[in-house]
DNA sequence: TAGATTGTTAATCGATTAACAATC
DNA sequence: TAGATTGTTAATCGATTAACAATC
């Protein structure tokens, strides 16, 4: 299978989001007006929605219905990713209560810390625990993912302990470039820069 | 002058982590460094740079505080951009207190909020004000941009209001597609499509 | 029917990569 | 000098847009 671009997983989930929000209570709704409202090329909106499999119909549009699941199917909303959380700083801790991720498929299943102040507290209905513990935890739930939200002045040294754990994907939350064997995949969020895109006719 | 895409403010801000974190002990460093370490092609990294204006010495690369400093300049971090939160929720005070928003030029004034049992309460040094007051606050402090973190049954609703007062930007921490005036700027912060980019070969 | 909208091909646009002369 | 690296042009690649026949 040829990988789906970010670009059009981009899109997809915003056609997602559409569905769900905007026109949840529609039973059809045409190319054109996805395009209108995201600013959009309404063939382009077309060519995600054939790669995602759907057929429309020729006067109405898409059955959203139809469309929703199958942008669930080709982004894997139903495939659970099993998630561990390292940092409990202010982010860590908002991304631990994020209420979205089930809705993606996306579980976390535990939150880590180094420091003993808070190690053992609970944050909602998860205990902090010892980033000690992040090898056995993570090898007895198979999980495969870490959200790293520490201070940059860890975020190597950190880095280079979950690799040692078996960790294969890291969704990068520090602003440091973090290294690693080329087996695993980094994914630096880049919050600032997406700041400076929605700012750039200022600059 | 022709706005610069949004892929190349991604990637400096990426050489500026590096020069920032990863090199901050260097005087010189290369296209081929940078391109290595962020898996890019050299020839990109030159004419990245070349649009910031920085010249290279042939043999040695570039002085890494110049390019530091003219990436600093192209993409306006000492322009100081004001900003108000609104969602005093578990996201809007975690990003209250996001140290490194200062250092991109982001000053989050004001953090507000609907809840009257959340208004008055203290996040980090913010008070929480009551959203009745964005209007006032944003005119004598000239705040043009809103984080918009409230839940998603509430967005759309509070981005009339935001309009209302006066906000040309929103930078929306919601699933919701906001309806907007074309004089409004909304940029869309997709967290989980970040995600499935990630994750995108295990789909 | 006439109008609206799809599905898809061809054309265009923009971004990346390859190549290489210049030169420190 | 020889080697490394820039700065830049030309070639390629990929993504978007335009166009339109098919058809509900």
Known sequence: MTAISNKIINRLTLYHCLLKYTFNDKNFISSFEIADILDLDDSLV????????????????????DLKQAIEQT?????????????????????????????????VLALFDNDPSKIGQKVGSNLILSLEQLSNISSKNNIKTVILAV?????????????????????????????????????????????????????
């Not at 060519?47 to 219905?65: P, S």
């Not at 880095?159 to 087996?183: D, E």
């Open 46 to 65: 077309r060519k995600d929605i054939a790669l995602c499999g759907v057929l429309g119909r020729r006067k109405n549009g898409y059955q959203t219905n």
């Open 75 to 107: 982004l894997g909303f139903s495939q659970r990713k099993k998630v561990a959380i390292v940092g409990a700083g202010n982010l860590g801790t908002a991304l631990v209560n994020y209420a979205d991720f089930k809705d993606y498929g996306i579980d």
């Open 151 to 203: 201070p940059p002045t860890k975020a190597q040294e950190v880095t280079n302990y979950v690799v040692k754990c078996g960790i294969k994907f890291i969704w990068n939350f520090t602003p440091v470039i973090l290294k690693t064997p080329p087996t695993v995949t980094i994914h630096h969020e880049n919050i600032v820069s997406s700041f400076l895109q929605m700012h750039k006719e200022t600059m």
